[in-house]
């Protein structure tokens, strides 16, 4: 069955250091991924979305993720966090024998940040 | 842009009660979804509508649950007759078409008791 991994529940670190969530799917073929962020109290929003192209996208606020298609990986990253970064994130996959508008989630990753 | 409805934004039943659930999508989103997100876990599809036709319902319940999008607008989600396992977020999202990328609303928390 298709899967989405995400190796992380919870994260804790302080501001301005690195963070890196990693995500893996079990999908074939093509696939569009997807990285979801969830703030205390607000709406899932999207992050970042990978299509095709540079393997490399840019989102918003500073995130930014790497698709490695021998890996099966989409890992998001961000070279210094703030506070205002803790929140839940999660990677999506559409693809594989998926209709084109089914997207699976992730587990999340708690990410929380200190002062 | 208003962002997509949903009302209620709580709710506490018993088990073996109905409830349902509103989802008003952005102006224009022609895709509908509605999703389970569990405690611990990502959301998981339950069903899809392309203007007022079901898309993809295969992870419905349909022995309890049931959603219809009469008008190609609003949508309602029914759960009948509740379980504790039903206790969950229900999000709905939408989207211009079918393209993965879409637009969520703040789901409504519903706990089964």
């Known amino acids: 069955a298709q899967s989405v991994s995400q190796h992380n529940h919870h994260v804790i670190l302080s501001e301005a250091a690195s963070l890196e969530l990693g995500c893996n799917y079990s999908?074939?073929?093509?696939?569009?991924l997807f990285w979801y962020v969830q703030y205390p109290g607000q709406h899932l929003q999207l992050l970042l979305k990978?299509?095709?192209?540079?393997?490399l996208v840019k989102g918003i606020k500073g995130f930014e993720a790497e698709f490695i298609k021998s890996k099966f990986s989409f890992n998001l990253r961000k070279p210094s966090v703030q506070w205002s970064d803790t929140a839940e994130y999660f990677c999506a996959v559409n693809g594989g024998t998926d209709s084109w508008g089914k997207l699976q989630f992730g587990a999340g990753t708690q990410v929380v940040v200190t002062p | 842009e208003a962002g997509v409805a949903q009302s209620p934004r709580y709710k506490i039943i018993e088990k073996r009660q109905s409830v349902a659930f509103w989802c008003n999508p952005i102006s224009g989103h022609a895709t509908l979804y509605w999703y389970q997100q569990i405690l611990g876990q990502g959301p998981k599809l339950l069903i899809q509508f392309q203007n007022n036709g079901v898309v993809d319902d295969s992870q419905l319940p349909k022995d309890r649950f049931s959603a219809e999008r009469l008008k190609g607008v609003d949508s309602t989600l029914k759960i009948q007759p509740a379980k504790l396992e039903d206790s969950a977020v229900y999000l709905c999202?939408?989207?211009?078409?079918?393209?993965?990328?879409?637009?969520f609303g703040p789901g409504t928390r519903l706990t089964v008791t």
């Open positions: 999908y074939g073929g093509t696939v569009n």
């Open positions: 990978y299509f095709s192209g540079d393997p």
């Open positions: 999202a939408s989207s211009l078409d079918q393209s993965p990328g879409r637009y």
